[in-house]
């Protein structure tokens, strides 16, 4: 039982650039989210999804896109890189909306 | 809007004394969920302990106890016999978000001191 994993751990980006965070639970949890932490600002809500098929935004969505074409896949896309987004990503499951969440690792994202 | 605040950027505590993070949220729901997380330098996220709006009882969970007060809308965090590896981030969350979500406080950065 591996929890929550993301792929990958570490990257660093040009400016412009495009990357996919993939993000796998085996806990056949229906809810899943990215959320995106940078320094003093706590974790902050860039989408989510209630269930496969299923994804929306959360606060701050803006240049980024999710799909969630399996249940227990979630994957976060930035489509042009900007250095805005340099910050480190996590991927959050839970089985039920309003309750605990498991993370993953995180992922360090540098955009240069 | 709801919200969860941490009013301790930074705290310190030698090894083997008692510590207390305080924790504040606001929230219109009527049951709810809070958490306390903890983020060690690895990065990880994990979930030191859980309490249950409708209990009265503050949750524990060996040197980790909550002291919630529902009326005030606290949830503080206490750290009995502080041990090296408690040195992390940690961070106050609420359920109530209107994604589903949690809502997290900006974090209170422990060190424990030999």
């Known amino acids: 039982n591996a929890g929550v994993t993301q792929t990958p751990k570490f990257r660093v980006l040009k400016t412009g650039q495009s990357m996919t965070l993939l993000c796998a639970q085996d806990m056949n949890h229906e809810y899943m989210y990215w959320y995106r932490q940078d320094p003093g600002m706590g974790l902050r809500l860039i989408h989510y999804s209630v269930g496969e098929g299923t994804t929306a935004k959360g606060e701050v969505p803006d240049g980024y896109n999710v799909s969630r074409l399996k249940k227990q896949n979630f994957l976060l896309g930035l489509e042009s890189a900007a250095p805005s987004q340099t910050s480190v990503y996590f991927c959050?499951?839970?089985?039920?909306?309003?309750?605990?969440?498991?993370f993953g690792p995180g992922t360090r994202l540098t955009v240069t | 809007a709801q919200t969860v605040t941490q009013s301790q950027p930074e705290m310190s505590v030698q090894e083997a004394e008692t510590v207390t993070l305080s924790c504040t949220y606001d929230t219109s729901e009527s049951n709810y969920y809070l958490f306390w997380y903890k983020q060690p330098p690895s990065r990880q996220m994990i979930l030191v302990i859980r309490q249950e709006a409708y209990k009265q009882q503050n949750a524990t969970e060996n040197r980790f106890s909550v002291n919630f007060q529902k009326a005030a809308k606290s949830f503080s965090l206490k750290i009995s016999d502080s041990q090296l590896g408690d040195t992390a981030m940690y961070f106050c969350?609420?359920?109530?978000?209107?994604?589903?979500?949690?809502?997290f406080g900006k974090g209170t950065k422990l060190s424990v001191k030999p």
């Open positions: 959050a499951s839970s089985y039920w909306g309003p309750y605990e969440q498991y």
């Open positions: 969350a609420s359920t109530g978000g209107s994604q589903g979500n949690l809502i």
